[in-house]
């Protein structure tokens, strides 16, 4: 079994952070980061149709769910943001009949799974290889991260929205008392929390063309990316509510170079996950172990022969592969 990646490949937390600067800056992750925020921002709103219209076959038309959804929603996006999200939604979801509802969820797949593609080719860069499933194998795969991404989204929705219903549900059923209660409503949070880690450890693991050992739920990767995409969004929000200027400088447009700005940041934050993941186990690869990749090999010891006729493949390879059996 290989070194998990917490131990860092023997670097230090600073040591890390210094060669992964270095990595964003080489494989130019913030210019790949605003090609993520177009795509984000032509899925968003068929995904927040398609996401209030489950919820509202789930837990029943009358129970506030857009309501409540979009009070949590409006606690993490900045406010002029949310507010032009709010009044295209309210367009959407009062003009839009049953077929167009559904034709705009299709469509929605489709652009995630062609924002999940952007994903997948900026963490190939980030592990130094070159796409060479097939294109059917690629956009299938990104479909199905995007559906298994929209369902850890749902769950961990159904969970804020109706955590209290369902803990009084179980209290009564059990006898457990209002004690339960409480501690669901706590417990919550750290499992909504433990979903979205998982969300980010699915894209890792399966987006990139290379194969891993196993899947690791919860890497340093996903921790880092996760952090930065809640204090980018809240120090966004903070920025904004003190200094709002976009709206004095692109006037209308103010709101949506706001939003933009929240996707390009959020699509960042998963792209630097990444690149944490790809550096250590890069380091883990030269230390000897023979079950980690260094950069330029899908899977331990198998060079990428697009990146070797290129040049790429990092001289490393070999000497690691020496010395892990010396």
């Given at each position: 079994m ?20 270095n990595e964003?800056?080489?494989d130019?992750v913030f ?6 925020a ?26 506030g ?20 999200v ?14 167009k ?5 299709l ?8 924002g999940?593609?952007a ?15 097939p294109?059917w ?5 990104a ?5 298994a991404?929209?369902?850890l ?5 159904l ?6 219903q ?21 417990l919550?949070?750290?499992i ?7 969300a ?6 399966f987006a990139p ?8 739920w ?15 969004s ?13 709206s004095?400088?692109?006037?209308s ?12 940041l959020?699509?960042?934050a998963?792209?630097?996950?990444g ?8 380091q ?10 260094i950069?330029?090999?899908?899977a331990p010891?198998?060079?990428?022969m ?20 010396t």
């Open positions: 290989r070194d998990s990646l917490w131990s860092l490949g023997g670097l230090t937390w600073k040591e890390l952070l210094k060669r992964v600067w964003i800056q080489e130019e210019g790949r980061a605003a090609e993520l177009y795509y984000f921002l032509l899925a968003l709103i068929p995904l927040l149709v398609f996401l209030t219209s489950v919820l509202g076959i789930i837990m029943g038309s009358g129970s769910i857009r309501h409540n959804l979009f009070n949590y929603l409006a606690s993490v996006m900045p406010g002029s943001a949310f507010q032009l709010d009044a295209t939604m309210y367009e959407v979801s009062t003009e839009s009949t049953g077929v509802l559904w034709l705009g969820v469509g929605a797949l489709w652009i995630a799974s062609s999940m593609g994903i997948t080719s900026a963490l190939n860069v980030a592990y130094d290889v070159k796409e060479s499933r294109w194998r690629q956009r299938l795969t479909i199905l991260l995007t559906i991404l929209a369902v989204i749902i769950s961990a929705l969970l804020v929205l109706a955590g209290g369902i803990a009084a549900l179980i209290a009564r059923s059990f006898g457990f008392g209002s004690v339960f209660v409480t501690m669901w409503k706590i919550q949070w750290p909504v929390l433990l979903f979205i880690l998982v980010f450890a699915l894209i890792y693991y063309d290379v194969r891993e050992a196993k899947l690791q919860i890497t340093p990767g996903a921790v880092i990316g996760v952090l930065l995409w809640l204090l980018v809240f120090g966004f929000r903070l920025y904004l509510h003190f200094f709002d200027s976009y004095k400088t692109y006037g447009l103010g709101a949506v170079i706001v939003l933009m700005l929240w996707l390009y959020t699509g960042a998963i792209l630097i996950g690149e944490v993941n790809a550096e250590i186990e890069n883990i690869a030269r230390a000897g172990h023979p079950e980690a990749k950069k330029g090999e899908k010891g198998e060079k990428d697009d990146s070797s006729s290129r040049g790429n493949v990092n001289p490393d390879a070999t000497e690691r592969r020496t010395a892990g059996t």
